[in-house]
């Protein structure tokens, strides 16, 4: 097998950088005229947006596009958290023909060979949707019906046809089946057991025989429509997602999108000819996610949609086996699909051009209108057009896409930082001052609900619904230790949030699935490591830390994931400390975990690194008989005043730090965008007293620990954020910290039926955040701040960059 690595081109584009500066004006003007875009847009995770070519609005988070036939429609499944649709584009006119609601809907997406009809998954309704195309309209005409709706698990993904366009193949997600129905009939012919969860399937341009990507086994399935079985399997990469066939049928290329990598197969042989990796690094670590194939119409020119990235990697496939780099495109934010018709390039960006603003955020006296803004529904996806760029261009595109991103392989060995700190700047060194690391995740706030009212900071007070009387501790600690003003989540939700806050990275089962339970239309909960599927390749930290040696715990964080044997967590969970259950007090938990601590003190075998669960912050909004949302945050608040009271006052103070975040803020309001959420870094080695503006991260918290620790960075994410160096000292202070009593009764409980009490009585809040969040948004609001009171429109605002200091481009 041979491994073919960016390095080649991008050592050249290095080697060129002098030689582009020189010729920088000519062809930057010529790639701004074509691009349209010269503005460069930073996102709140730090990575910039540069999209090239002309550009068509799409809906929420669109996941495939299918091209008819004749090459002249394109259509597009909008699969997010709002609104579902599917679209009809004119290829050529570049416009939107026609577009239909749909209830539920997913990735599977095909028109027939005829080109008169489209082909939809239905989603968690388990069907396949037929519409008529012909007038070039979208006329839903009938349904293929695999099985009940949901709860019933099926979840239709992948969907294909014969050659004749009369037998129809749909493979699944929930119960890994492959559904073999005739299409004049709608009945089911056959159900043939898959080994794991399935994501798309195509039929081969010169056989019968159907290609499946079983997303979860890392395998190539080939079914036989003659024998009616499966003949073969194909062993690829991390989560094979995305195929695409040569002209002639010979090979087959596979994203893998944990791999940063695509395989290519001769089928022939059925074997893996070479693996093309499209990180833009060689060795990186996951985070460029790729999930989208097409060839060119020649079939020499390979595009893969890198989602996490932001841009299409280009190959040069005329010879496979021997494939080599081309370059990179900029696209928009986490493009999920590419075609090619002829000359024209059709990039499908899940999550458009940029974080926005939401005036109409949620507000009670409009939450039943169907424009109200919710953070799990703002990404607008959009349709990047272009045509293919010559080979002169393509070093200035690929040259801005490094310019785009924030990760270099100089940055995940050595991060950028500050001498004589007890924050080492190289991976591996670990620190020699703080030994013990205690990371505390939260959940759902945002900056200005709890900080709002710090004068100290950029905060709105208008926006602070948890002020100093709620969260005493928060405020002293803060203002003892450091306020971080300029902290923002990597997450929108809590589905993702608990991954990228314990692997710097959600994958493409996380970032696809998550919209669907979140937007009402069935779906497990498949995020708290309870699904394999949903793993990164290499683990959360606490497999990081199992390979380095350290020792490690968890105290409420991922119980699911402990509970599977082998799993690094397997016999590292506390057992008699709480999951997420709001009926049970955070500072019960603190106690249990006070006395787990004293005893491993005296045993000489704390942990090196402890993950803690406190997460009543969350609130049960105004169900009745529950506490009020004030009296959860303020049991919240005091359980880690406590924490850290205990702590400070223990043997092993001096070599402690504890990092404290929300895993996601999507439960409030903020002035400056709706992932600034609140953030602690408190330890003897924290500079006291301290603002810091500085931009950070979920990632770049991550990263400060792993630098700690030791460890290496886990995704090219946390490998790229900015360390917290500007909040730590070399000289300790070890006053220990005195907590705060609590101002608010923690026995208070919603006793008066308000409407948003009854709102609050239909939510299940057996789960964190499998809720209607914009509705429980609105409760939490209006039981702190009156029935009446209106609540004002968070917001979401775009980062403009400027230039990096010292960059030596003019050309921006």
Request: hydrophobic share 35%.
């Amino acid at each position: 097998m041979t491994v073919i690595f960016c390095v080649y081109f991008y050592e050249n584009v290095f080697l060129m950088r002098r030689l582009l500066l020189l010729i920088g004006c000519t062809l930057f003007g010529m790639y701004a005229a074509s691009a349209q875009s010269a503005q460069r847009l930073t996102l709140p995770n730090g990575w910039s947006l540069t999209p090239y070519g002309r550009s068509l609005p799409l809906g929420d988070l669109p996941l495939n596009l299918a091209v008819s036939a004749d090459g002249r429609r394109l259509a597009v499944t909008n699969n997010g958290q709002s609104t579902q649709t599917i679209q009809l584009i004119d290829i050529a006119g570049e416009k939107l023909l026609s577009e239909v609601e749909i209830a539920r809907s997913w990735v599977g997406l095909r028109f027939t060979p005829d080109g008169k009809r489209l082909l939809a998954s239905g989603g968690n309704d388990n069907r396949v949707l037929i519409y008529d195309v012909s007038d070039n309209k979208l006329v839903k005409t009938d349904s293929v019906v695999l099985g009940k709706p949901w709860p019933v698990r099926i979840s239709v993904a992948g969907v294909e046809t014969d050659r004749s366009g009369k037998t129809l193949y749909a493979v699944t997600k929930d119960d890994s089946m492959l559904y073999v129905c005739n299409l004049a009939t709608k009945q089911i012919t056959s159900r043939i057991k898959l080994p794991a969860e399935a994501y798309t399937c195509q039929r081969s341009p010169v056989s019968d025989e159907l290609y499946i990507t079983a997303w979860g086994a890392d395998k190539v399935l080939i079914y036989d429509p003659g024998q009616q079985k499966l003949t073969g399997e194909i062993a690829v990469g991390s989560r094979p997602n995305d195929l695409t066939f040569s002209r002639d049928g010979k090979y087959l290329f596979v994203a893998n999108a944990n791999d940063n990598a695509v395989s290519v197969i001769d089928l022939k042989t059925r074997r893996v000819l070479e693996t093309v990796t499209t990180a833009l690094y060689p060795d990186a670590p996951a985070g460029s996610t790729p999930n989208g194939l097409a060839l060119t119409p020649d079939g020499k020119t390979l595009l893969v949609a890198n989602a996490d990235n932001n841009c299409l990697a280009v190959f040069d496939v005329s010879k496979p086996g021997r494939s080599r780099s081309l370059g990179f495109i900029p696209t928009g934010w986490y493009p999920t699909a590419v075609k090619v018709v002829g000359k024209k390039v059709l990039v499908a960006n899940g999550k458009g051009f940029s974080s926005k603003a939401n005036p109409n955020g949620p507000n009670p006296y409009k939450r039943r209108e169907s424009g109200t803004e919710y953070i799990a529904g703002l990404f607008k996806g959009t349709l990047s057009i272009f045509t293919l760029p010559a080979a002169k261009e393509m070093a200035t595109l690929s040259k801005q896409v490094y310019q785009n991103t924030p990760y270099t392989k100089e940055k995940e060995k050595l991060a950028a930082g500050e001498a004589n700190s007890p924050i080492p700047k190289r991976v591996g060194e670990k620190s020699a001052q703080i030994k013990y690391v205690f990371y505390i995740i939260k959940e759902n706030r945002t900056y200005d609900q709890l900080f709002g009212d710090m004068p100290e900071g950029n905060g709105d007070t208008s926006l602070c619904i948890f002020p100093e009387k709620v969260t005493p501790n928060h405020h002293a600690l803060a203002r003892e230790f450091v306020l971080l003003d300029n902290f923002y989540v990597d997450a929108e939700v809590s589905a993702d949030g608990h991954n990228w806050s314990t692997a710097a990275y959600a994958n493409d089962y996380v970032e696809k699935t998550w919209p669907t339970s979140y937007g009402g239309r069935g779906g497990t909960y498949d995020y708290e490591g309870s699904r394999p599927i949903a793993y990164p390749k290499k683990g959360f930290i606490w497999d990081y830390c199992q390979r380095a040696g350290l020792r490690y715990r968890s105290y409420g964080e991922f119980e699911a994931y402990s509970k599977r044997k082998g799993s690094a967590l397997d016999g590292r969970f506390v057992p008699n400390y709480p999951d997420y259950d709001l009926k049970i007090k955070d500072i019960e938990r603190v106690e249990i975990w006070k006395r787990d601590l004293d005893s491993l003190i005296a045993r000489d075998a704390v942990p090196h690194f402890s993950s803690i669960r406190l997460g009543n912050d969350h609130t049960s909004g105004a169900r009745i008989g529950a506490p009020t949302p004030a009296a959860h945050v303020a049991d919240n608040d005091l359980a880690l005043g406590r924490f850290v009271d205990h702590l400070s006052k223990s043997p092993i103070w001096k070599e402690s730090a504890v990092f404290v975040l929300e895993d996601d803020a999507q439960n409030g309001a903020d002035h400056v965008d709706a992932h600034r959420s609140p953030a602690l870094v408190i330890s003897p080695y924290t500079k006291r007293n301290h603002v810091e503006h500085s931009m950070y991260s979920t990632s770049g918290m991550l990263r400060t620990m792993e630098l700690i620790l030791g460890l290496p960075p886990m995704s090219q994410y946390d490998a790229a954020a900015t360390p917290m160096f500007a909040c730590f000292t070399n000289t300790p202070n070890l006053t220990p910290y005195q907590h705060k009593p609590a101002n608010i009764d923690l026995e208070a409980k919603n006793t008066a039926m308000t409407e948003p009490a009854r709102q609050s009585e239909k939510i299940d809040l057996r789960y964190a955040d499998k809720i209607d969040d914009r509705l429980f948004n609105e409760i939490i609001w209006k039981a702190v701040r009156g029935e009446h009171a209106v609540m004002p429109a968070p917001r979401r605002g775009a980062f403009l960059n400027v230039a990096k200091a010292g960059d030596d481009d003019d050309d921006d």
